[in-house]
């Protein structure tokens, strides 16, 4: 992990564990915790892609930790929330791509970065948006 994602925990007060689940990754907020988040991820997942859904699930408690509870209420919220943690994980990723590569971010070849990231196709048109607003 590197240090970046390790200080963002930090500062969301945040753990991560990895397990065999159901899921690629999920955040649980246990009582006996007293309000840390725990991220749990997905070990049958490549190092990519555990890395992708961590920073995803890091996108949730950002802008969504005290909105939890609107998760489940309408397709909608969730839907809307999701493309919140996909936008925020894009975001990272293409900051971190620009730092480690040096490439001007407006001449990126964007399917290329998505397949780097394993991103899903689904989420090109935040791609697009990302690197446009960059």
Do not use: W
Request: hydrophobic share 40%.
């Amino acid at each position: 992990m590197d240090n970046k994602l390790h200080e963002l925990l930090i500062e969301l007060d945040a753990i991560v564990m990895y397990g065999n689940l159901d899921c690629p990754g999920r955040i649980a907020f246990p009582p006996i915790l007293e309000g840390k988040a725990v991220i749990y991820i997905d070990t049958k997942l490549t190092e990519t892609q555990q890395k992708t859904v961590l920073i995803h699930e890091l996108g949730h408690l950002a802008k969504q930790r005290d909105e939890k509870e609107l998760y489940d209420v309408t397709i909608s919220m969730k839907m809307k929330m999701e493309y919140g943690a996909n936008k925020f994980m894009i975001k990272y990723l293409f900051s971190n791509y620009i730092d480690v590569t040096g490439d001007d971010p407006h001449s990126v070849n964007y399917l290329e970065f998505m397949r780097q990231n394993d991103i899903p196709s689904r989420d090109e048109n935040i791609v697009k948006e990302v690197i446009l607003n960059y």
